[in-house]
């Protein structure tokens, strides 16, 4: 949702033209190409609220595994922050247009995700603002996901030195 969507009728506070967000939550994902496991956080500016791991998964689905887990926790007067721009670019044009052709597209990846997205989106598109920031630029919010994201990852991880082929 742009700002521009948003009416002073909505549950934000208001200074000016600029609504104030009470709660601000932080979304990252982390992967490594070499093992194929990720992690995921939202976090709040000093510690992680959420987070989570699988096997067997990309750098995307990790980023909108996190941003709908930050969807559910939100309330209202809340600013989601996350250094995806796969993230904003599904809530603002690929998910619109997916659900417009009845979610059809042959090139979509991840339907049953991205659907999720969507749906936890339009749940809360009223009473939360979604932004992208520039991520390891330290931002702390950004950093503590980051961090966390990238523990939930090397978790299930095998130790260095072991090839993927003798991880199952």
Known sequence: ??????????????????PTFIYKLYTDGSWNFKTKAGGW????????????????TTSIRMEVTAA????KLARASTIIL????????SI?????AWERG???SETMANKELMKKL?????????NVHIKWVKGH??????????DEAVRQRKSIEPSRGIRRKYWK
């Not at 709908?68 to 969807?71: F, G, S």
């Not at 603002?92 to 619109?96: F, G, L, S, T």
């Open 137 to 146: 630029n330290g931002l702390k919010g950004n950093e503590t996901a980051n």
């Open 82 to 89: 996350t250094d995806s721009k796969f993230v904003i670019a």
């Open 41 to 56: 956080c939202v976090a709040l500016q000093h510690r992680p609220l959420k987070s989570g791991y699988e096997t067997e």
């Open 68 to 71: 709908i887990k930050a969807l």
């Open 92 to 96: 603002n044009i690929y998910c619109p």
């Open 102 to 104: 009845n979610w059809s």
């Open 118 to 126: 969507w749906t936890a989106w339009q749940a809360r598109a009223d």
């Open 1 to 18: 949702m742009t700002l521009s969507r948003m009416t002073k009728s909505s549950s934000h506070t208001w200074q000016g033209d600029k």
